[in-house]
């Protein structure tokens, strides 16, 4: 006999799939004009329109084995990579929350839909600044906004936050906005900065710190091995890898979050500091 939770879960990431498919769409028509919701996709190559049976999410990649039906050009990564992440999110919820579930379906539904609301967004920025190098404040704002709410209901129960937790956003944007300003927005973007205001509602200042050091080191892991790659030959890219290169940043703040959310990690054992001078966070 199946597992009840497993047809849950089978049901939730074919959900978050179908919804991936629209993040996709999103991303690709932000600022350009078009409707989100109106007009069939087409091919980027010969403009063919594609039928609902080309736009099932995963299984029609899988069908077309990447390519255009028409034209056979190869068809993004991007497309089963969002959709796929999506319906990861919408399962992985559910598994987190699931001991509320037990307890109280409304904190369940209040903790599993803000998770998936800030996912949502978070997805939105990944992609969107890896394509773009930019992020939009029509997808980072309601970010913070979502964290600010989490912030309140962290277990989908009410609780009024710590001085520092509320406080955390505002830290951990300050040195961002420093070397934005310094920099003339050369080191960073400012965009990078409400990113980390929103990373410091969601995680609070002892986790938030320490998703942000997590990102410079993953950021500068990737940019030094991509270098390393380069040099020697393992690792092509067209416009070349250098010191000075333009590298998006906010995807590497969004992995260290989603890292540091599932597994609280305290690089400079401030949970101790705190507990030991009996200052809440």
Same mark, same amino acid.
Not at 17 to 44: E, H, K, M, P, Q
Not at 79 to 88: D, H, K, Q, R, S
Not at 182 to 207: C, E, H, N, P, T
């Given at each position: 006999?199946?597992?009840? %939770?497993?047809? @849950? #879960? ?7 799939? #179908?919804?991936?498919? $629209?993040?996709? @769409?999103? #991303?690709?028509? +932000? ?10 996709? /087409?091919? $980027?190559?010969?403009? *063919? ?13 899988? $069908?077309?084995?990447?390519?255009? !039906? ?8 991007? &497309?089963?990579? @969002?959709? +796929? ?11 987190? &929350? =699931?001991? @509320?579930?037990?307890?109280?379906? !409304? !904190? ?7 998770? #998936? ?11 969107? %600044? ?10 980072? &704002? ?19 936050? !710590? ?21 003339? /927005? ?5 965009? %990078?900065? *409400?990113?980390?205001?929103?990373? /410091?509602? =969601? ?7 320490? =998703? ?13 091995? /991509? ?9 092509? &890219? ?17 992995? =260290? ?8 990690? %305290?690089? $400079? ?13």
């Amino acid at each position: 006999m199946i597992n009840q %939770d497993f047809l @849950v #879960i089978v049901f939730l990431f074919s959900l978050g799939a #179908i919804v991936g498919s $629209f993040l996709n @769409v999103v #991303i690709l028509r +932000f600022n350009t004009g078009r409707s989100f919701v109106s007009g069939r996709s /087409g091919c $980027f190559s010969c403009g *063919k329109k594609i039928a609902w049976y080309e736009n099932i999410p995963l299984v029609s990649f899988l $069908f077309l084995k990447g390519k255009c !039906s028409n034209c056979k050009s190869k068809i993004s990564l991007q &497309y089963p990579l @969002v959709e +796929f992440a999506t319906g990861l999110v919408f399962s992985l919820g559910f598994l987190k &929350y =699931a001991h @509320v579930l037990n307890e109280s379906l !409304s !904190s369940f539904f209040i903790s599993y839909l803000l998770l #998936i609301l800030i996912s949502i967004f978070l997805i939105l920025i990944f992609i969107y %600044d890896l394509r773009h190098k930019i992020i939009p404040n029509e997808f980072v &704002y309601p970010f913070v906004a979502l964290s600010a709410v989490y912030m309140f209901f962290p277990s989908g129960v009410y609780v009024f936050p !710590s001085l520092t937790h509320i406080l955390a956003g505002p830290l951990l944007f300050l040195p961002f906005f420093t070397l934005w300003l310094v920099s003339q /927005g050369r080191w960073i973007g400012f965009a %990078d900065g *409400k990113l980390a205001w929103g990373m /410091g509602w =969601a995680l609070g200042l002892v986790y938030g710190l320490s =998703a942000v050091v997590l990102g410079f080191w993953i950021g500068a892991l990737w940019a030094l091995g /991509g270098l390393l790659l380069q040099k020697i030959g393992l690792f092509t &890219y067209s416009k070349g890898i250098t010191m000075k290169s333009e590298v998006p940043f906010g995807p590497f703040l969004i992995i =260290a979050l989603l890292i540091i959310f599932m597994f609280p990690l %305290d690089f $400079f054992n401030l949970a101790n500091l705190f507990e030991y001078y009996a200052i809440p966070f």
